[in-house]
C-alpha cells in the first residue's frame, strides 16, 4: 500500500469536493469522520482487499461485465466509506493541467463505452497473452478517460482487468507500478494511460503483457 497519495485533483465545489472537518484539506469527507491520510490510506485498502475477494466467487465464466457492474464494484468497495460511492461524480476534475470530460457526460459516455467495448468484449475469453493485453489496454484506458467516480478510476480499472483476467483463466496481472517507491514504473504507466487517452494504446498494451507475463512466469 502507498504511504501517501499523488497531488491532489482540482475540482469544482459539490458534495464530493468536500473534506472532513479537522482534516486541515487532505481528506475528503467521509462516514467514519477519518482526518488522515494514512488512515484513509488504510482504510480504503483494507475495503479494497475485502470487497475484491468476495468478487473471487461472484464473477463467473458467463459475467457480462456491465456499467452498473462496475458502479457495484465502486459502491462495494467505498460504500462504507464515502456517501457516494457507486454514484457518478458530479463534480469537475482536473490534474496537471489536464481536464477529464465533464460530469454531465459521463452516464452517455458510460452508455458508449459499455455498449463499444463491455459488451463486445465480455465474457472475456482472451487464450493469447498478447491479444488479452490489448484488449485490457484499450477497456482500461477509455474507462480512466471517463474517469466517472470521484475517488479511486485507477484501483477501480486495474481491479476490473484482474477479474476480466480471472474470467478468461488468465493470471492476474503483477502491476510492478502499484509497488511503493516504484516511480520509474508508475511514471511509465501514468505516461502510456496518456497516450491512451488519444487512442494510441501500444504503450499501455506492453505494460499489460508485461505484467500478465512476470505473473504467469511466477
Request: aromatic share 10%; net charge negative.
Amino acid at each position: 500500500m502507498k504511504e501517501s497519495r499523488p497531488p491532489k485533483y482540482r475540482t469544482s465545489p459539490g458534495i464530493e469536493a468536500e473534506f472532513e472537518p479537522g482534516s486541515h484539506g487532505k481528506v475528503l469527507r467521509n462516514k467514519r469522520g477519518i482526518r488522515t491520510i494514512k488512515a484513509m490510506d488504510q482504510a480504503e485498502y483494507d475495503a479494497l482487499e475485502e470487497a475484491q475477494d468476495r468478487y473471487l466467487d461472484l464473477v463467473t465464466e458467463e459475467t457480462v461485465f456491465t456499467t452498473e457492474f462496475i458502479r457495484k464494484m465502486h459502491r462495494d468497495w467505498l460504500g462504507s466509506i464515502y456517501a457516494w460511492a457507486g454514484t457518478y461524480r458530479t463534480v469537475e476534475m482536473s490534474k496537471g493541467g489536464f481536464t477529464w470530460p465533464p460530469a454531465s457526460r459521463i452516464a452517455d459516455n458510460m452508455d458508449r463505452f459499455e455498449s463499444t467495448l463491455l459488451k463486445p468484449k465480455t465474457p472475456f475469453r482472451k487464450t493469447s497473452i498478447e491479444e488479452a493485453a490489448k484488449d485490457l489496454a484499450i477497456i482500461h484506458s477509455e474507462l480512466l478517460l471517463i474517469h466517472p467516480f470521484r475517488e479511486g478510476n485507477g484501483r477501480l480499472a486495474r481491479w476490473l482487468a484482474n477479474l476480466m483476467c480471472l474470467q478468461a483463466g488468465l493470471p492476474m496481472p503483477d502491476f510492478s507500478f502499484d509497488i511503493p517507491g516504484n516511480e520509474a514504473a508508475h511514471t511509465r504507466y501514468l505516461q502510456a494511460v496518456i497516450q491512451g487517452y488519444e487512442q494510441n494504446y501500444e504503450s499501455l498494451a506492453d505494460l499489460f503483457r508485461e505484467a500478465l507475463e512476470r505473473s504467469a512466469a511466477g
